[in-house]
């Protein structure tokens, strides 16, 4: 299953036109998309407040990501303070990865900000967090913390861009997005030797893991005729007739 490095602004003197900073908001937005990361499978790691862009880039680049997250929000330049809206997502030119996250990301965006036009993905290379990051990667401006009603919009719209951003994610990985869910145990029941452990609800996806008769399971969650399980830390999918609710 695929892993993300999450990160969440670390400018904690970018304030928000109606109070609070840009740290505070997009620390609250990584919060909301956990239980959705955990609930369709997406592992994560996550810089913290006290680290800098910089110690979120090495730690990034010292695991080994399948995206680079960064949730940010916008602030105009001088002399259009107050006056500019919309989202930019950003990637680096030339990785078609990056560029392709970030599209997906952009044009799910468009379903919920009051603004669609105004929403893109565009290139840069004057960015850290998409120049500098091994992994593809994906800065989000969501919207300018400056402009009234960008700033309010952001505040009042957590769930619902939290939500958003993980099915964009699922889109990205080709897996599905599963609303959260209560986890159970279970065992594995089979008449032959070893149950796949599967990387998608797919007979044909990628094996992760084997495991054997009897063996215990936490179902996480289900997709049809499958269970999202966890099999001695390895996250997959399995087919639910080979297995037994404890």
Known sequence: MPIIYLSPSTQEKNYYVNGGTEEQYMNLLADKMVPYLNASGIRYSRNTPEMTAASSI???????????????SNAAPEGKYGS????????????????????IIANNLKSIYPLPN?????????IG????????????????HDNPEDAAWIKQNLDAVAKNLVMSLCDY????????????????????????IRARPDLD?????????????????????WY??????????????FVTLN
């Open 58 to 72: 090495a730690a990034s680049n010292a695991g080994n990501y399948d995206l680079h997250l960064a949730l940010h």
């Open 84 to 103: 500019v809206r919309g989202i930019i997502v950003f990637y680096y030119p030339g990785s078609q990865k990056g560029q392709r996250a970030a599209t």
């Open 118 to 126: 105004l929403v893109r993905a565009e290139a840069t290379t004057s």
């Open 129 to 144: 967090e998409v120049r500098l990051v091994r992994a593809p990667a994906a800065f989000l401006e969501l919207g300018y």
């Open 173 to 196: 990985f080709d897996i599905p997005f599963l609303d959260p869910s209560t986890s159970r145990s279970g065992r594995v029941d089979v008449d032959w030797g070893v149950l796949n």
């Open 205 to 225: 996806a990628p094996i992760l893991a084997q495991a054997p008769d009897g063996a215990p399971l936490t179902i996480l969650n289900q997709s049809g005729g």
């Open 228 to 241: 999202l399980v966890n099999y001695a830390g390895t996250i997959g999918y399995a087919k639910d007739d």
